[in-house]
Each structure stands twice: as structure tokens, then as C-alpha cells.
């Protein structure tokens, strides 16, 4: 089930960032570093969920190209800008994801100790 849920997740990023502004939801249009990190965050800890057995670094090596995939598209499209401080707004997201993770695990490997 998380498999798809990340997917419908990646997939639902892509066709927000490629809509034209004026299209998008106002609920959504807050700080854009902001959005870009905290989406990105979100979708690390839905890969995170949905590939539990996957490398930390591809997840994370997967998701900053599927940001910066979306960064050239946006340029491409002629109504949306592609910025790569966004990119590192999306890192930020990711990295933050995963040091979570490994602080998570640590703490669960020192609980469990005899």
C-alpha cells in the first residue's frame, strides 16, 4: 500500500509544479523554499515507508533527480520557472528525512540492547 500512496504522492508533486501559477490551489502558496522542502521531506518518508529495504542514499539519490527533473521541465514549459535553489530546498527536505531515519534507528538499536 505504500507504494502506491508514494507514487500518487510523486506523481501529484509533478503535476502541481507543472500547472501554470494562477491555476494552483491557494492553500498551497506559502513560502516557496518552504514548499519544496517540506514536499520533498514528505515524499522521502513515503519512500522511506514504501521501500523499507531500499539504500538510504538511493532513495535520496532517486528523489533529488526526480526534483531536479521537475526543476528542468518547469523551465521548459514557458509559464513556470525552474530555479535551482529549489533543488537545494529539495535536498534539504531529503537530508532531512533521512538523518531522521538514522537517528530513529540508532535509538531503536540502543533500546534493544541487552
Known sequence: MWKIVFWCALTTVVVLSLMPGPMLPSAINFWDKAQHALGFFGLTVLALLAYPKKPLNQI????????????????????????WL?????????????????QWRSKLAETLKP
Not at 61 to 82: C, D, H, M, N
Not at 86 to 102: E, N, Q
Open 86 to 102: 529549489d533543488l537545494l530546498a529539495d535536498a534539504v527536505g531529503i537530508l532531512a528525512a533521512l538523518v531522521l531515519r538514522l
Open 60 to 83: 535520496g539519490v532517486f528523489l533529488l533527480l526526480s526534483g531536479g527533473a521537475i526543476e528542468l521541465a518547469q523551465w521548459a514549459t514557458g509559464w513556470r520557472q525552474g530555479d
